[in-house]
């Protein structure tokens, strides 16, 4: 009993901040609406369209702006009170699902206003992800970072569970247009808990201030900090061609399986609660560093070649349970080390690379991955993510055989005050 006790302590350690329980709560009614936007959106530019290179493009318009903005999302969030910042755009994402869903329900929607919104959704990204990510060791302290970003991912991906499952019985008894009018509700819960936050028990970087070239500062940074560089670059490879699940899973449902709507939320869950059980794990035992990286991506590219092998459904959710947990790991170990590396007062530049790395490259990636599905047959999407995986973790390997590989130098300041599981 004493060691479940323990084991529960370690497991859950960022609930003991009041702050982050708050802000997790907003976050889990929100990410349920999120994932059912989502999995609703891919499923309409499938039905409207028959094709899986136009749902590609939809999707890279909507991850667009993060490569192109997502640089310069960093350098304001380095400037400003992240906080505030988070709480107005947040409130644009829900005006943003809302009118989708109104001119679905009214059925008059079209592909180029689904595009159009999606583009719009894409520039609130490119500005709101970078102050998220890097709010979270302002609200939780270093000590409980890694931990943070664990369970925050396991969140995630309940919300992957949930709202995919949820999404695919609404589209099939009442249709696409409730999905989103449910996302557009689900912003008020976020916004309250951030309203609420105690403001005294956060502990905000010192702003940047503004001064030319801050950006150019930012990517030099970065460049000359390998233990930064090497995970952004596994990333960018793995964002561009691994992550693209809303290309890839609909239309393994619906041509690669044969399993419709429905096939599609339950092969979506499966990812979401492998994802789940691995976060939990990480959470409690995971480390950082490029060695772990390498490890969590070699997983996750055998899983997903099993995924794209499977003979039926029943395979298919045991393949994509074991690719959600491998997936968390990567994730979760990419944010922790970089955050936990870079410098307060580069962090929000930092962490909007991480994150045009892992959904900016989706511009790329999302056409590609439509393209060679289009070309290669429903389960070539899920192939070649599998296979990049399995590169990139060999790219990370090869950087541990250097003198400047293995453990990151930057971890180490901090190391002291996290233990050496750190």
């Not at 890097?134 to 992957?160: H, Q």
């Not at 590396?341 to 962490?351: E, K, L």
């Not at 439509?370 to 993510?385: C, H, K, M, S």
Request: overall charge positive; proline content about 5%.
């Amino acid at each position: 009993m004493t060691r479940l006790r323990t084991a529960g302590r370690l497991t859950f350690a960022a609930l003991s901040v009041p702050n982050y329980r708050l802000y997790i709560s907003g976050q889990a009614v929100s990410l349920t609406g999120t994932w059912m936007q989502m999995a609703a959106q891919s499923w309409l530019v499938l039905t409207l369209t028959g094709s899986a290179t136009a749902l590609g493009v939809i999707i890279a318009l909507q991850t667009l702006p993060v490569l192109l903005l997502g640089p310069y999302g960093g350098v304001v969030a380095d400037r400003v009170d992240k906080r505030r910042m988070m709480i107005a755009l947040q409130a644009a994402m829900g005006v943003q699902a809302l009118i989708l869903a109104a001119l679905t329900l009214a059925g008059a929607v079209r592909i180029w206003e689904i595009g159009l919104l999606a583009l719009l959704l894409g520039l609130n990204n490119a500005f709101e992800s970078p102050a998220r990510q890097s709010f979270m060791l302002e609200m939780v302290g270093p000590e409980n970072l890694r931990n943070a970003v664990s369970l925050n991912s396991v969140l995630v991906n309940v919300a992957r569970t949930i709202g995919p499952a949820v999404a695919g019985l609404l589209i099939a008894t009442v249709g696409e247009g409730w999905c989103f009018l449910a996302n557009a509700a689900s912003f008020l819960a976020v916004i309250a808990s951030l309203v609420r936050l105690d403001l005294a028990q956060i502990s905000p970087s010192p702003p940047s201030g503004r001064h030319a070239g801050q950006l150019r500062e930012g990517l030099q940074y970065v460049r000359s900090t390998p233990e930064l560089a090497v995970p952004l670059l596994m990333m960018g490879l793995a964002g561009a061609l691994t992550y693209e699940f809303q290309v890839s899973l609909p239309v393994m449902a619906s041509r690669g399986l044969h399993v419709g709507a429905a096939g599609y939320g339950f092969m979506t869950s499966a990812m979401g609660l492998g994802a789940v059980i691995g976060g939990l794990v990480i959470a409690a035992r995971g480390r950082t560093g490029v060695r772990t990286l390498v490890a969590a991506a070699l997983g996750f590219g055998v899983v997903l070649l099993a995924a794209a092998a499977a003979p039926d459904l029943s395979v298919e959710l045991v393949a994509l349970a074991l690719a959600g947990a491998a997936s968390i790991a990567f994730m979760s170990t990419g944010n922790s080390t970089l955050q936990l590396t870079a410098a307060p007062g580069m962090r929000g530049r930092v962490m909007s690379l991480w994150f045009v790395a892992f959904q900016g490259s989706t511009p790329i990636g999302g056409p590609v991955v439509g393209w060679v599905i289009a070309w290669a047959g429903a389960r070539a999407g899920l192939g070649l993510g599998g296979a990049t995986c399995l590169l990139v973790a060999l790219l990370g390997a090869l950087t541990l055989r250097s003198p400047q590989g293995g453990r990151p130098r930057g971890l180490r300041p901090l190391a002291g005050q996290l233990g050496r599981g750190a």
